[in-house]
């Protein structure tokens, strides 16, 4: 699994209410990604970065806002949480170089009520 | 635009028979393909990944994943499938860019009967 954790892995929260969801991982990979994942969407990429303090939009970004200011760590916030963002949240990194596969971590479920 | 296509769902086998499961994709290069694997409730697993040379690649837990630029697939076999085997597949093609992206199929859904 690469060293990847996430935290926490389940949250409850309220609509309105902000949210930021942390990534860590101890292999030094250059890249890191924030997906959610959604019964018959497959996983859908949300923000990633390629180093620390250069980040990008992925497909579903509306909502969301990430920073990394340390290799290791990659945050996700939802700066107001709304239902729609109820999902498996998972974070992936990978290093460079063509052909390297992402590794994943463990998935944060998180229900907006 | 890169995509990937898993038109399979949900497929149903039965312990011991083969199993092939099917990805075609979208991607105006070369393409680095994966296949991941998710047991209920954990992360993703790679099970093999082409990156090039032999278009037969070999992976873990017994898979292997034949590419085929004519058609454009990336199909996932298995000769004998175990119980353990159910899970979620998903395949994807990696894009290199800013982010070196992957883009990701909807994933197959694998049931075993005993």
């Known amino acids: 699994d690469a060293g990847i954790t996430q935290s926490p892995r389940h949250k409850v929260t309220e609509t309105g209410t902000p949210v930021t969801l942390r990534c860590h991982q101890t292999?030094?990979?250059?890249?890191m990604y924030w997906y959610r994942q959604d019964p018959g969407h497959g996983l859908r990429l949300i923000h990633y970065?390629?180093?620390?303090?250069?980040?990008d939009k992925g497909e579903v970004s509306d909502g969301y806002s990430v920073s990394r200011s340390k290799t290791e760590d990659f945050l996700l916030t939802l700066e107001s949480a709304t239902s729609s963002q109820t999902s498996v949240y998972f974070c992936a990194a990978r290093g460079g170089g063509a052909g390297n596969e992402q590794f994943f971590g463990p998935g944060t479920r998180l229900t907006v009520l | 635009a890169q995509s990937v296509t898993q038109p399979d769902i949900h497929i149903t086998v039965s312990e011991g028979a083969s199993l092939e499961l099917r990805c075609n994709y979208s991607?105006?290069?070369?393409?680095?393909l994966f296949w991941y694997v998710q047991s209920p409730g954990q992360g993703l697993q790679l099970l093999l990944k082409?990156?090039?040379?032999d278009t037969l690649v070999q992976g873990i837990k017994g898979f292997e994943a034949e590419f085929k630029r004519s058609q454009s697939s990336f199909n996932l076999r298995k000769p004998s499938v175990h119980w353990s085997d159910a899970a979620e597949y998903f395949c994807a093609v990696g894009a290199w860019g800013t982010g070196n992206q992957f883009y990701f199929g909807t994933g197959t859904s694998l049931t075993v009967i005993p």
């Open positions: 991607y105006g290069a070369t393409p680095y």
């Open positions: 970065s390629y180093g620390v303090k250069d980040t």
């Open positions: 082409y990156f090039s040379g």
């Open positions: 292999e030094n990979h250059r890249y």
